[in-house]
């Protein structure tokens, strides 16, 4: 039985998945604010969320790496 490898870090997954937090959560904020009646400023809204949720996600999915 060979001994198993650790995972390695993946920078492109990192970095993937902060773009697709962060461009999910301005989408939503668009949908919601054209809603309301402005698109735009929900998204600016997506994004003040989306920036910090981003950050959040890589670093629960990355945090033994970073530890």
């Known amino acids: 039985?060979?001994?198993s490898h650790p995972?390695?870090?993946a920078p492109a997954g990192a970095g993937?998945?902060?773009i697709g937090t962060t461009a999910g959560s301005v989408g939503a904020g668009a949908l919601v604010g054209?809603?309301?009646g402005s698109a735009a400023i929900g998204a600016?809204?997506?994004a003040v969320i989306g920036i910090p949720?981003?950050?959040f996600v890589v670093y629960h999915r990355?945090?033994?790496y970073l530890a």
Do not use: S
């Open 1 to 3: 039985m060979e001994p």
């Open 7 to 9: 995972p390695k870090f």
């Open 16 to 18: 993937a998945l902060l």
């Open 34 to 36: 054209w809603g309301v």
């Open 44 to 46: 600016l809204v997506g």
């Open 53 to 55: 949720a981003g950050i």
């Open 62 to 64: 990355y945090r033994e």
